[in-house]
């Protein structure tokens, strides 16, 4: 797996145009982009691997107390209804994401993890084979990359604990998972 982590210069590029005039794609610039791509040695249904992301968004909220926060698994919005952990799904998958807010004041982080099922496409289950953290926080509005760095057997343990509350009928192993060794 390669990861490319940079800040969003160029929205155009990243395609922040294409969904319309209604969105403003200007508000993406200085946020993070993200490809992980996947070279696996094997080959069709052996070869079948999910990205699956878990995101924490913190929003302080001006005049009140506390922030409101949500978790949630990271669906594109077009297989939210088909009940499926992943973001990215398939021989080789690339893992592509570039969040963006109109948020002045918020920490945004995502629990990232490439997946495997056991048995290819017969169950829906969900074991990880490695993953990262990252993010950004934004300050009055300053958008600031967070670092990213390498999956923790806790960040595996918290996000099973967010898919299983919102993904019942699927098994997210990987309980006694050790993350393999990581190279920035």
Known sequence: MTVDYSVNHDPERWGFGLPGPDIPFEIARGFPVIEARVAFPRDGYAALLGWVQVVA??????GEPGKTVWVA?????QSREANTPYLAF????????????TERNLH???RTFLTFTPDCLMTPVVEPLC???WGY???DGAVT??????????????????????????TFGGADWTPP???S
């Open 57 to 62: 968004h913190e929003v302080l909220v001006e």
């Open 73 to 77: 698994p990271d669906i594109a919005p």
């Open 90 to 101: 398939g021989i080789d998958p690339v893992l592509f994401d570039a969040p963006a807010s």
């Open 108 to 110: 945004w982080r995502a």
């Open 131 to 133: 993953g990262f953290r």
């Open 137 to 139: 926080v934004a300050a």
């Open 145 to 170: 990359p967070v670092e990213l760095v390498p999956s923790t057997r806790a960040d595996w343990t918290e996000a099973r604990r967010v898919l299983r509350l919102r993904l019942p009928t699927w």
């Open 181 to 183: 060794p990581f190279e």
